[in-house]
């Protein structure tokens, strides 16, 4: 018993910080949080200030004139607006339920050894993750092989199945399931699916928030698979939405003399600065508020595995 105390207290200070070290962490630690914060404040406060004040003193942390009319202006579009954010979160909630389950299966699968193509298929899946079939090839499969071309499921299904999340998933199931959990269920007479969903799932809802985590970002933040594939304005997402908003800003402003137009009359028709930047606070608000949800369910799952392991 003694040596055992004796052997905490080494390790407990072995472990301990000085208080020096604890501070200049504490710095560190804020000068990050700080580079992070700041240019969310400066959309914030930018969205918030008047024209004529943005044109007189720039960008600033506290607006000099106080203007709601970059959330005026969304509100003269928010049918464009507000169908841009259902397909954002429609394609966002089913993107992630879609791609965790299959992560997650694939993951199971490659994770069985007395599966006799498990070393195949994880090769199969781990190349693809180094190297790229490239842009054309791709674009030539979505839209030509599988015809997916300006349809919502192009949106969510070249997204759904990423190499990392699969190897993520395969290696915590092979870390935290037991072999022998796995072959008691299959006595009792368990197909493999009812074992992944009613055994396997529920213990791994770490990993499980983990993939919805970043899938949800990945698939709310996306723009790119709007710009190839969608031509159809009603399937445009939140993000593809601004970027086209942002594209039109600047075709005006490059051929404004073409257009017949002079530089005041075009700063008068053009979406004001606050106005992008009240959409980038429209976009960025749904998200943020993604993050406690699945932290939620990170902490739960971190329990239940505790609990049934």
Known sequence: MAEKNVASSSILRFMRVSPLTNGLFNL????LSLICIIPMLLVVSISLTERDSLIEYGYR?????????????????????????????????????????????MGYVLSRREYKLQKFYVWFVFIPMIFSGGLVATYFIIS??????????????????SSFNVILCKTFFRATIPDSLIESAKLDGASQLRIFFQ??????????????????????NDWFLAMLYIDNPSLFSLQAYLNR??????????????????????LVAMPQEAARMAIVIVAIFPIACAYPFFQRYFISGLMIGAIKG
Not at 245 to 256: E, R, T, V
């Open 28 to 31: 560190i630690m804020i000068a």
């Open 61 to 105: 942390l506290i607006p000099g004139t106080i203007s709601f009319e970059g959330y005026a202006f969304l509100a003269q579009n928010y049918p464009l607006i507000l169908q841009a954010l259902l397909v954002s979160v429609f394609i966002t909630v089913a993107g992630t339920l879609i791609g965790v389950v299959l992560n997650g299966l």
């Open 144 to 161: 030509q092989f599988l015809r997916l071309h300006d349809t919502i499921w192009v949106l969510i299904l070249p997204l759904a199945v």
């Open 199 to 220: 055994l396997v799932f529920p213990l791994s809802l770490p990993v499980m928030a983990t993939i919805g985590l970043f899938m949800s970002f990945a698939y709310w």
């Open 245 to 266: 908003l942002l594209q039109d800003i600047n075709f005006l402003a490059q051929n404004a003399a073409v257009l017949g137009m002079t530089q005041a009359q075009l």
